[in-house]
């Protein structure tokens, strides 16, 4: 592959990735008796494809809960330490997250869309 075809697929890869939907938020707990309906009704609204939620502070047992009413049913998760920490990594069907690292402070992962070549 020449330099000008790598070049076009990195710009179209990230070009995906930015036309994406993505939603990043440090939600400092998910425990919050109204957290379910209105992440819900955000979704509903915007409809990104991936959701990344940090400081989730909860244990795995509400989380299991919480995804499910949320409703990504894909999910990666970094459990939280007492009630510090937590990151959730939740996405659509057509989206692939393959974790290469999963640390107390960050996860690193690789994304892959089902209508991009490998």
Not at 6 to 12: D, E, I
Not at 53 to 78: F, G, H, Q, W
């Amino acid at each position: 592959m020449n330099d000008g075809v790598l070049k076009g697929l990195v710009f179209f890869l990230i070009l995906i990735f930015i036309m994406s939907k993505n939603f990043v938020w440090n939600c400092q707990g998910v425990g919050y008796p109204n957290f379910g309906r209105i992440m819900k009704e955000y979704l509903r609204e915007v409809d990104p494809c991936i959701v990344v939620l940090m400081e989730t502070r909860n244990s795995s047992l509400k989380a299991d809960t919480m995804i499910k009413i949320i409703d990504l049913p894909y999910s990666n998760r970094v459990e939280a330490v007492g009630y510090s920490g937590g990151i959730w990594v939740l996405r659509k069907d057509n989206i692939h997250v393959e974790v290469m690292v999963n640390h107390m402070q960050f996860t690193r992962t690789k994304i892959k869309f089902d209508d991009v070549i490998d």
